[in-house]
Antibody
């Protein structure tokens, strides 16, 4: 199982960024997928998750209306579109397999929101 | 959705057993058997230790065990080893709109 994130970087407050995750080594369409983030030196937060066919999506309260999770099963890919970014969104974002407990994690991609 | 409450730090000597608590509410820990525990070493991704309260993934040492009573879940590490020094996080399903909620994290120190 391999999960490879990309798309992180430095962005100004109010800006946008789209994270991508390419999955391999398992049947992507069999699993919910989740984005988890970690503020450097602090704890973990479950940002959003999405059902196998994309029909169900759930978001943490602080990103509702700003972030959109999506997937392309033909490309074995998971995405996170992040708009109206805030300083407090600064974190390492991990792509993880599953909905509720996560055995497989990507290496993470750092998103820094700063002026 | 507030984070689940864990002690900031727990310590023990090699060979001892320690227990880390994770306290939530009836909307999360107390209401569902969907508690998981993770170990995280510096600059590494978290590693799953326990899922569904007391199940270990293959390859995880049986020195790690989980339990739950009411709104509090617990992770016990027996036969403490130097390599167990890390941060530990619990997580739980929640009936609120948030997908899942994590604990505040516990730093384990091996004396």
């Amino acid at each position: 199982v391999q999960l490879v994130e990309s798309g992180g970087g430095l962005v100004q407050p109010g800006g946008s960024l789209k994270l991508s995750c390419v999955a391999s080594g398992f049947t992507f369409t069999n699993y919910w997928m989740t984005w988890v983030r970690q503020d450097p030196g602090k704890g973990l937060e479950c940002v959003a998750n999405i059902a196998q066919d994309g029909s169900e999506k759930r978001y943490m309260d602080s990103v509702k209306g700003r972030f959109t999770i999506s997937r392309d099963n033909a490309k074995n890919s998971l995405y996170l579109q992040m708009n109206s970014l805030r300083v407090e969104d600064t974190a390492v974002y991990y792509c993880v397999r599953g909905a509720g407990w996560w055995e497989y994690w990507g290496q993470g991609t750092l998103v820094t929101v700063s002026s | 959705q507030s984070a689940l409450t864990q002690p900031a730090s727990v310590s023990g000597s090699p060979g001892q057993s320690i227990t880390i608590s994770c306290t939530g509410t009836s909307s999360d820990v107390g209401g569902y058997n969907y508690v998981a525990w993770y170990q995280q070493h510096p600059v590494k991704a978290p590693k799953l230790l326990i899922f569904d309260v007391n199940n270990r993934p293959s390859g995880v040492s049986n020195r790690f065990s989980g339990s739950k009573s009411g709104n509090t879940a617990s992770l016990t590490i027996s036969g403490l080893q130097a390599e167990d020094e890390a941060d530990y996080y619990c997580s739980s399903y929640t009936s609120t709109s948030t997908p899942y909620v994590f604990g505040t994290g516990t730093e384990v120190t091996v004396l």
